[in-house]
């Protein structure tokens, strides 16, 4: 069974880059699609991003000129990049997986541990 | 952006009785690409139920999905004790994939 663990630093100065990274454990890395989410204390779920095995990427518009997703096939890692980070952006970030039908969007399964990263000065 | 409207904001039921709730969107969800989501206090979401009906691996009977276009409907059938949680739906038709704000799902 697919298991997602992730790592990354949780305390960050306003205006450094986020950077965390995802490792798929006990099951395949190809044919699903990556993603990041995050929630915001208190608060609800926003999707920040995709991507799949060959590198194909999507994000969110609202964080499209700050977020960087890759992915790494030879260790089945992928990673998340967010530059220029304020307090808007402290949240619980999770790594997941999304599984689409033929033409779908994706859907979230399973999410990471999560990881509580926060920007304070 | 699709936004999703989930309601009522919080739900106060007992145990044994039936849960439903609503997730309405701004526009039509194409093809019923719609999910739903159960998140407890400290922890990651779990899925439950996407393509609007359809049961995730492992989540127990109790729990279904319904509707389509605007309008859909998580229902639990007899509430168990390991079932108060807060619940998110979430569209899958169109980018960016967007999360209702939760039904919090509370012991009365």
């Known amino acids: 069974q697919v298991q997602l663990q992730q790592w990354g630093a949780g305390l960050l100065r306003p205006s450094e880059t986020l950077s965390l990274t995802c490792g798929v454990y006990?099951?395949?890395?190809?044919?699903?699609?990556w993603i990041w989410i995050r929630q915001p204390p208190g608060k609800g779920l926003e999707w920040i991003g995709e991507?799949?095995?060959?590198?194909?990427?999507s994000y969110n518009p609202s964080l499209k000129s700050r977020v960087t997703i890759s992915v790494d096939t030879s260790k089945d890692q992928f990673s998340l990049r967010l530059s220029s980070v304020t307090a808007a952006d402290t949240a619980v970030y999770y790594c997941?997986?999304?599984?689409?039908?033929?033409?779908?969007?994706?859907?979230?399964?399973?999410w990471g541990q999560g990881t509580l990263v926060t920007v304070s000065s | 952006e699709i936004v999703l409207t989930q309601s009522p904001g919080t739900l106060s039921l007992s145990q044994g009785e039936r849960a439903t709730l609503s997730c309405r969107a701004s526009?039509?969800?194409?093809?019923?690409?719609l999910a739903w989501y159960q998140q407890k206090a400290g922890q990651a979401p779990r899925l439950l139920i996407y393509g609007a009906s359809s049961r995730a691996t492992g989540i127990p009977d109790r729990f279904s999905g319904s509707g389509s276009g605007t309008d859909f409907t998580l229902t639990i059938s007899r509430l168990e004790p390991d079932d108060f949680a807060v619940y998110y739906c979430?569209?899958?038709?169109?980018?960016?994939?967007?999360f209702g704000q939760g039904t919090y799902l509370e012991i009365k």
């Open positions: 006990g099951g395949s890395f190809s044919f699903f699609y």
């Open positions: 526009q039509s969800v194409s093809s019923r690409y």
């Open positions: 979430q569209q899958y038709g169109s980018s960016p994939y967007t």
């Open positions: 991507i799949n095995h060959s590198g194909s990427t």
């Open positions: 997941v997986r999304g599984l689409a039908a033929a033409g779908s969007g994706t859907w979230f399964d399973p």
